[in-house]
């Protein structure tokens, strides 16, 4: 896998295997069987990780985001990727450089 120093919004991210995931009080979480960690996603996290169950240009992503919930592009593009990147740091996600 190639190390990503920093997830731009022309990187492709998706879900990482081995995670089940539950919806509980409108609120995803998540348990990763390689690490046996459990995370609270939140609802913005969650509609995140729905988003992400295919291959999805991190741009496109934050454009869902926006279009869903009143917040600013830029703030939302902040949020968003420092949400992936420690996504990332755990394992939970993919993260794919375009050539």
């Not at 991190?58 to 420092?82: F, P, Q, R």
């Amino acid at each position: 896998m190639i190390k990503v120093e920093k997830i731009s919004i022309e990187h492709l991210v998706i879900q990482s295997e081995g995670n089940i995931v539950s919806d509980m009080g409108g609120e995803k979480v998540m348990l990763n069987i390689e690490n046996g960690k459990y995370y609270n996603l939140g609802k913005i996290g969650g509609d995140i990780w729905e988003l992400i169950d295919k291959t999805i240009l991190v741009g496109e992503l934050i454009n869902n985001i926006v279009a869903k919930y009143d917040v600013n592009k830029e703030k939302c593009e902040e949020e968003v990727i420092s949400f992936l990147e420690s996504m990332h740091e755990e394992r939970l996600v993919r993260v794919i450089t375009q050539n």
